[in-house]
């Protein structure tokens, strides 16, 4: 099984820029798509971004060109890079793991998940 912890979480102003981690123990993420989900209060959680072992990456269209997911693999550790945040992007933020090479966009695909971590984006 694979543990997600992630991290880096905070407050910052509309325009700003924030980096979250996901930290994995237990397993490599080398054989795991890794995701991003995030939840809005009185909102569903939403599909932030994925990445495959092989290099594929989505993202939601809300953060397309805003957003990068990447992954240091020695470091066993994926980040979000959020750049342009807007306060619509509150919301506690998810690391999600799957098993394999496809990259679900779904969370229900995502069988490994962090605490979350709050990113809040004031106006």
């Known amino acids: 099984q694979v543990q997600l912890a992630e991290s880096g979480g905070g407050l910052v102003q509309a325009g700003g820029s924030l980096r979250i981690s996901c930290t994995a123990s237990?397993?490599?993420?080398?054989?795991?798509?890794m995701a991003w989900f995030r939840q809005a209060p009185v909102k569903e959680r939403e599909f932030v971004a994925a990445?495959?072992?092989?290099?594929?990456?989505y993202y939601a269209e809300s953060v397309k060109g805003r957003f990068t997911i990447s992954r240091d693999n020695a470091k066993n550790t994926v980040y979000l890079q959020m750049n342009s945040l807007k306060p619509e992007d509150t919301a506690v933020y998810y690391c999600a793991a799957a098993y394999g090479v496809r990259v679900p966009q779904k969370g229900n695909e995502y069988g490994y998940w962090g605490q979350g971590t709050q990113v809040t984006v004031s106006s």
């Open positions: 237990g397993r490599p993420i080398t054989t795991y798509a």
């Open positions: 990445g495959g072992t092989g290099g594929i990456i």
